[in-house]
Each structure stands twice: as C-alpha cells, then as structure tokens.
Nanobody, 119 residues
Framework: VQLQASGGGLVQAGESLTLSCEVS????????MGWYRQAPGKERELVAS???????KYTDSLKGRFTISRHNAKNTAYLQMNSLNSEDTAVYYC??????????????WGQGTLVTVSS
C-alpha cells in the first residue's frame, strides 16, 4: 500500500491550496483517511480525518478554513485549505488505515508534501 501526496507548493497569505492523497497497491479495504502536518520545530499534529462513510473530524483551530473530502472509487483524499497564513507552513502528511489482501489492518503514511505560505 502506497500513499502519494501532492499539491503542495508556495502560496501567498490569503490564498487557497488543495492537497491530494492517492492510495495505490493491493489492499482489500481502505478505512479512515487523514491529514497531519508538521511545522518546523514542532510536533506532528492532526489536521483532519474522514471515515469511509464521510464522517469528518477537524482540529478545532482549523475548522471553517480547511475541508477534507474523499473519493472512495479513486482511493483518494483531498484537503482544501483556504485563507492560508504563515502558521500553516508545514509538511503535510496523509495517512490511512487499510486492510491488505493478506495480513491484518495497518496504518500507512505518505511521504509528505510541503506547503509554504509567504506573508
């Protein structure tokens, strides 16, 4: 199971950006998908998560600006980020729990995509 995050880049404060995370490989089922971020010098923190059925959860401070969604048929999750500010600068990681064809449920991580917001 591999996760490929994309969509990061350099944006100006106040602009928007959408991240994508596509899951590939051999698996039986994908469970919840989520986005975490890690800013320089800080610990990794949860941004948002979404269950297979579409139930979402957000870090309180990001509610209203960030929106997570997923397309189950495409095995892809998205993170729409609006009104970005310098505090949103971080490496964004996607994650999912999945059931491989053989074996037990595991948690998988993508490689991260860098978002830099200039003020």
């Amino acid at each position: 199971v591999q996760l490929q995050a994309s969509g990061g880049g350099l944006v100006q404060a106040g602009e928007s950006l959408t991240l994508s995370c596509e899951v590939s490989g051999s698996f039986f089922l994908l469970g919840s998908m989520g986005w975490y971020r890690q800013a320089p010098g800080k610990e990794r923190e949860l941004v948002a998560s979404i269950t297979r059925g579409g139930v979402t959860k957000y870090t309180d401070s990001l509610k209203g600006r960030f929106t997570i969604s997923r397309h189950n048929a495409k095995n892809t999750a998205y993170l729409q980020m609006n009104s970005l500010n310098s505090e949103d600068t971080a490496v964004y990681y996607c994650t999912t729990n999945a059931w491989p064809l053989i074996g037990k449920e595991e948690i998988y991580w993508g490689q991260g995509t860098l978002v830099t917001v200039s003020s």
